[in-house]
Nanobody, 124 residues
């Protein structure tokens, strides 16, 4: 059974930083792409960032480029999302997901395992 467990969300003020973590259980972590997604109230889920199985390639949504950094530690089966200079519009539930390694990083439908989400709230 594959399980993705996110942590690190919380309530912060604009300009603060947070680091989200997602640990994968039950799957060969080093053979999958990993992505972070978010869903704000009343909005559709969107991809935020993704990283290839090797860690050599990354993808960022335009709205977070330069502020967020995705990384992974294959020895710990964990992917991270470092979020700096947070804005109120970053408020959302953040999800991590795994994708087979032969897909494009931003190919959202191919992400087939999802975590339960962690809430991030940024106050102004």
């Amino acid at each position: 059974q594959v399980q993705l467990v996110e942590s690190g969300g919380g309530l912060v003020q604009a300009g603060d930083s947070l680091r989200l973590s997602c640990t994968v259980f039950g799957r060969t972590f080093s053979s999958v792409h990993m992505g972070w997604f978010r869903q704000a109230p009343g909005k559709e889920r969107e991809i935020v960032a993704a990283i290839s199985w090797s860690g050599r390639a990354t993808y960022y949504a335009a709205s977070v480029k330069g502020r967020f950094t995705i990384s992974r530690d294959n020895a710990k089966n964990t992917v991270y999302l470092q979020m700096n200079s947070l804005k109120p519009e970053d408020t959302a539930v953040y999800y991590c997901a795994a994708s087979p390694p032969f897909n494009a990083l931003d190919n959202v439908p191919q992400y087939d395992y999802w975590g339960q989400g962690t809430r991030v709230t940024v106050s102004s």
